[in-house]
């Protein structure tokens, strides 16, 4: 069966194995964001091994982007977590083991979805202007989303969780996409630990780099200080066969020094309360 997964104007259809019950768990966890409609990458995944004959599962890495080899056209991501070979620029054949379609394998398997996606973006639009992954929070409210970035530990997730009237879209990885009119912002299937997220997307509101504070406070952010930050949090723009972590960086400063330049770019420090939402949504 085929299922195409939208990450915003990215569209990647697996073809799997629907009689393969090892699939369900993936199948459930992107059930929001998987339909019938077509793929700009079709991913022809099969899974190692027979159904209680599985292979032996390597430790699972902490970056498949550095845990990769590449030949050619073939690529082989965490030691035969994943293998296989982008055999046309919208065709990727793959074998998958199994431990990433369960619990934490999961999320290491979306790290092989942000290549797939950056493969797809990077071929489809002039590369100063393809979409972007950021490694931050959205939700969408009426003025748009609302992404907050930050480190690890920053209050992302909880600013995303606060309850309230709007859609949370993520917690964790946002689709940007530059466009004439500015920026838009998706949500994505990443994280499906993250019950409350829901599809959506809109134009660009504001995106806040989030401290901790001893009040909420929205304030402006020179530049110098905002890009390497923004810099930091964008998911590295490689494709599946790119191996050049330096090349990746550039591509993710030109894409820090686009969202600056949009002025949508402020320091929010905040409280792990709800209180913030007046300073970006006023009444």
């Given amino acids: 069966m085929s ?12 073809r799997f194995d629907a009689d393969d019950r090892r699939w369900d768990p993936f199948r459930a966890a992107y059930a929001p964001w998987l339909d019938a409609a077509p793929g700009d990458l079709v991913v022809e995944a099969t899974l190692a091994g027979a ?27 965490g030691d035969g977590l994943v293998r296989g070979t982008l055999a046309r620029a919208d065709l990727c054949r793959c074998e998958i083991h199994p431990v990433l379609l369960r619990g934490v394998g999961l999320r290491v398997l979306e790290q092989f979805f942000y290549l797939l996606f950056y493969e797809t973006a990077l071929a489809a639009a ?3 202007r393809a979409p972007f992954l950021l490694h931050g929070s959205a939700l969408l ?6 992404v907050f970035c930050g480190p690890s530990e920053s209050g992302k997730s909880t600013a995303a969780g606060h309850p309230c009237a709007h859609t949370v879209l993520t917690d964790e990885c946002v689709v940007l996409a530059p466009d004439a009119g500015g920026v838009r912002a998706a949500g994505s299937p990443v994280n499906p630990f993250c019950a409350a997220r ?18 909420h406070d929205l304030q402006p952010i020179g530049r110098a200080e905002a890009v390497p930050r923004i810099t930091a949090e964008i ?48 009444a």
Avoid: C, N
Avoid at 58 to 72: D, E, F, I, N, Q
Avoid at 141 to 146: E, F, L
């Fill in 3 to 14: 299922q195409t997964l939208h990450f915003g104007p990215v569209a990647l259809a697996w």
């Fill in 51 to 77: 159904v209680g004959h599985e292979p032996p599962a390597p430790p699972l890495p902490s970056s498949l982007y550095r845990a990769r080899r590449v030949s050619g056209r073939e690529f082989d991501l």
């Fill in 126 to 128: 002039e590369e100063a």
């Fill in 141 to 146: 409210a009426p003025r748009g989303v609302h």
């Fill in 198 to 215: 829901r599809p959506g997307s809109g134009p660009l509101a504001g995106l806040y780099l989030i401290e901790k504070g001893p009040a």
């Fill in 235 to 282: 998911m590295l723009p490689l494709g599946l066969l790119e191996t050049g972590l330096a090349r990746g960086m550039a591509r993710a400063l030109d894409r820090a020094l686009l969202l600056y330049a949009g002025g949508a770019v402020r320091r929010l420090r905040l409280l792990p309360d709800a209180g913030f939402w007046p300073l970006l949504e006023p």
